[in-house]
């Protein structure tokens, strides 16, 4: 070569180096074609096919080493390989992909679902668990209506069970989720998880032969040498059994007789299997771990059939083999059905034959929702988020719009264990908890009141926070319910906790925290249905009136009771217990309580003398009179004269001057102003609580001449009217303040205000009208009020420096400094809480009259 050509090439060398690095390049990219062409790139099917076979050839290398843990194993690897290809193929197709089809054709989840069951390697299920919520949680498609994915997932929910405590019960209460809330994602598979599945064994031997070839075709276990062992043929065992359901052969089941359904039915199922056994007891304890676990998982595993079915199809030719094989996925699918469906049934029939267990659940006559049955075993759980994830998942079955799967949740176990559970923690409360520390306590059933459960506010406050917590969650449960089920709930709560256990508790020494506990509870409810359950156990489900010292609603005479025991502390609980039912504005409380002994309006004496007549509920009967007289259709009353009456300034003139003017603190004492705008405000929310009660908006005497004679006068003014237990007890309160302790008057204070706050127009007239003519002997708020002020202005005057104790008196109270309390005190503290009475009486008075012109 000449120096001037290598030197020619040498610079062209350094001029062009680029042109190197793109020919190898170039080289690259065809030897990359050549080989797509020789060997194309894997499609997503492929891929998704091998892993599956390699995960399948781990079961080939441990066939006797199962102790093996997964996570140390490719298993995990392979199943995340397998998800992410499912997931990838859903973005990029628009319909239903190949690997989809793939493993639902193949019923690889059933697989899947036997590996969990048998727990082979330890930890498998899982992994399995995990890899199922996962693709059912992600994928866009409703796959829960399939059968090759239903079935298994059923499978495992039958193994899902919090009883006894499961080490990976995080992960299970993770997949019953799943499962729930697919099923309210998707209402139209709400069918599919009604009724528990009896999965059954297919009488057509071609439909047989179909699904053993295919699953032997997704096995993917290549061919071995025959060993001597076959651990599949091992004797099953109870304990092998009790691996699946572990409650299926407890200690007192175990004493059953051979002869009882349960061991005919596994008899008849594995009755090949044992005959089988006797014929490899020696190799079989050469070749099984020492450890239980490990032999179950050996014995269930469905892999070892097909090594050793793969094993004598080399040794023993094809069709002998393929016999062979066949008999051995049929014994697999035997134990797989049994232990999985066919157990969990069997399991209520031996409760439900046995006399002899105390177990009074009758679960397939019950129950016929396994994914329910699963979630209630989780309630009892030692971690508290288990337990919450668990009420959320019956939560969200609950709520499922589907009126027979509300009917089946309504029938199942799930009404008395949430009661026995309320029960359990109402009886777990300490005695020694302090009444007023009750109110105090704000707990949801989230996971939202840490303070209450981990922190000391009070000895006893977590037993008192975990009870209101399970309260908080059956008032949501109710709410959130469909109604059928809602209704059953409360009934049973109603029924099984405030009927057979506070009713009773209330006369026992404990009463007051009793109290308060209930208080609270009709406090904290939220829920219509609940609400109404609890007023019937309050005041009685009879709606007529009760007859004087006649008592038909024995929770209502026991609370009587108990406003006029020597106890303050009881008297101001159950005071407190009638505001909070006062407050819920409930009609069926108000109408038993007060409204139906008012509704008559027979207190009203129209035989007085008319320049007796001053109220304005005369002139309202005469409008009525006169409107119906003269047919005036056009005529509409759009508000009520009755809580507007022409007389007003009059009616709050007898509030402000009922107390004389030098026992009077106040010096403000005729200037209401400052009450108007909380009343305002109180005011309008009682009009629209009460807006749907269909209360009539006049008070009018009732015309029955059209259907009798008229009663004689006499009978108007005979005394025979009843105002009821409740208002007789606040009126006997009310005339007795000047000898009651601050506390109880300052109660019977707020009940009066929140019964006048009521835009009913009898009980308006009735506790806000001085100028109503009353029959003879009817007691009034207002002729209480009368003899307290009577009471007060004949002994205050008897105590010296009294203008000076009284204005002490007014200061101490307003700065809620209240001292040791002494019987001068208690007459001091009357008038303070006379004299606001009144004013309040007044203020409440100018507020409806402002909202009805």
Not at 231 to 241: C, H, N, R, S, V
Not at 682 to 695: G, N, R
Request: net charge negative; aromatic share 8%; hydrophobic share 35%.
């Amino acid at each position: 070569m000449s120096r001037e050509y290598a030197d020619e090439n040498k610079g062209c060398a350094r001029v062009y180096p680029c042109e190197r690095v793109n020919m190898i390049s170039g080289i690259q990219i065809a030897l990359k074609n050549a080989i797509d062409v020789i060997a194309p790139p894997a499609t997503p099917l492929q891929d998704f096919t091998y892993h599956w076979k390699q995960l399948m050839n781990f079961y080939v290398s441990h066939l006797t080493d199962c102790k093996v843990p997964v996570q140390s194993t490719s298993i995990p690897r392979h199943l995340d390989v397998l998800l992410d290809i499912l997931l990838q193929e859903e973005k990029e197709e628009n319909e239903p992909g190949p690997c989809l089809e793939y493993l639902l054709q193949h019923k690889l989840l059933d697989l899947l679902a036997t590996l969990a069951s048998a727990e082979t390697p330890p930890g498998m299920r899982t992994v399995c668990l995990a890899f199922l919520r996962k693709f059912l949680g992600r994928s866009i498609y409703p796959l829960l209506h399939h059968t090759s994915i239903y079935a298994p997932i059923q499978r495992l929910v039958a193994l899902c069970n919090g009883n006894p405590p499961s080490p990976i019960e995080a992960e299970e209460i993770q997949f019953l989720l799943t499962i729930c809330y697919l099923a309210c994602k998707y209402p139209h598979l709400t069918n599919i998880i009604d009724d528990t599945p009896v999965v059954q064994t297919a009488n057509n031997p071609s439909k047989k032969d179909n699904e053993r070839t295919e699953i032997q075709r997704v096995t993917y276990v290549p061919t071995r040498k025959r060993i001597n062992s076959n651990p599949l043929f091992e004797p099953l065992d109870t304990q092998a059994i009790t691996l699946i359901n572990p409650n299926l052969f407890d200690k007192e089941r175990r004493k059953l007789p051979r002869s009882n359904h349960v061991f005919k039915t596994m008899a008849s199922d594995l009755g090949h299997l044992s005959r089988r056994s006797n014929e490899s007891v020696s190799s079989r304890e050469e070749s099984v771990s020492s450890s239980p676990l490990a032999q179950k998982s050996v014995c269930d595993s469905p892999l070892l059939n097909m090594k050793s079915s793969e094993q004598w199809e080399e040794k023993d030719g094809g069709d002998s083999s393929r016999n062979k094989i066949d008999e051995h996925l049929q014994n697999l699918r035997d134990l797989r059905l049994d232990t999985d469906c066919n157990a969990y049934e069997d399991a209520g029939y031996v409760a439900s034959d046995n006399q002899s267990l105390k177990s009074p659940k009758k679960i397939p006559e019950k129950s016929k929702c396994l994914l329910l049955d699963a979630l209630l075993s989780y309630l009892n759980s030692a971690d508290n988020t288990v337990r919450i994830r668990a009420c959320e998942g019956i939560m969200a079955l609950a709520s499922l719009k589907d009126p027979s799967f509300a009917q089946t949740v309504a029938k199942s176990e799930l009404p008395s264990i949430v009661s026995t559970r309320l029960e359990n923690l109402f009886n777990a409360i300490p005695a020694h908890v302090d009444h007023l520390d009750i109110y105090n306590v704000d707990v949801t059933w989230g996971l939202d009141s840490p303070l209450w459960t981990q922190e000391k506010k009070f000895p006893g406050c977590r037993q008192v926070a975990a009870f209101f917590m399970w309260y908080d969650y059956c008032d949501r449960l109710i709410r959130e319910a469909q109604i059928e089920f809602a209704e059953t709930l409360a009934r049973t709560i109603r029924v099984m906790f405030f009927e057979r256990i506070v009713t009773p508790a209330l006369a026992d020494h404990h009463v007051v925290l009793i109290t308060a506990l209930v208080a609270k509870c009709l406090k904290v409810t939220t829920s219509s249905i609940l609400c109404t359950e609890v007023s019937y156990w309050l005041v009685g489900q009879d709606r007529d009136p009760e007859i004087p010292n006649v008592w038909t609603s024995p929770v209502l005479h026991r609370l009587m009771e108990n406003c006029f025991t020597d106890s303050n502390d009881l008297t101001v609980e159950t005071l407190k217990l009638f505001e909070e039912a006062i407050d819920k504005r409930n009609e069926h409380i108000l109408h038993c309580l007060i409204l139906i002994y008012l509704s008559t309006r027979a207190y009203y004496d129209n035989t007085a003398a008319d320049s007796a007549i001053t109220s304005w509920s005369d002139e309202e009967d005469e409008r009525e009179k006169d409107k119906k007289g003269t047919l005036d259709l056009s005529y509409e009353q759009n508000y009520s004269r009755t809580l507007a009456p022409s007389n007003i300034h009059r009616v709050i003139n007898c509030f402000l001057s009922l107390l004389p003017r030098y026992l009077q603190t106040d010096p403000d004492v005729n200037n209401c102003e400052k009450y108007m705008p909380a009343w305002e405000q109180q005011y309008t929310s009682a009009l629209s609580d009460c807006a749907l009660m269909a209360w009539p908006l006049e008070a009018v005497m009732v015309d029955d001449s059209a259907s009798s004679d008229s009663r004689p006068e006499a009978d108007h003014c005979s005394g025979r009217f009843y105002m009821g237990p409740f208002l007789s007890m606040l009126f006997d309160k009310i005339s007795n303040m000047p000898r009651q302790t601050y506390e109880i008057n300052l109660e019977v204070m707020g009940l009066i205000l929140r019964l006048a706050l009521l835009p009913h127009p009898y009980l308006h007239e009735f506790l806000l009208n001085p100028l109503l003519p009353l029959i003879p002997g009817t007691k009034s708020l207002f002729l209480c009020l009368q003899k307290v002020v009577k009471q007060l202005v004949s002994e205050i005057p008897k105590t010296p420096e009294n203008k000076i104790m009284l204005a002490e008196t007014r200061q101490r109270l307003l700065s809620n400094c209240l001292q040791e309390e002494e019987k001068e005190n208690i007459l001091y503290e009357s008038v303070v809480v006379t004299e606001e009475l009144c004013k309040e009486l007044a203020g409440i008075a100018y507020v409806k009259y402002h909202h009805s012109v």
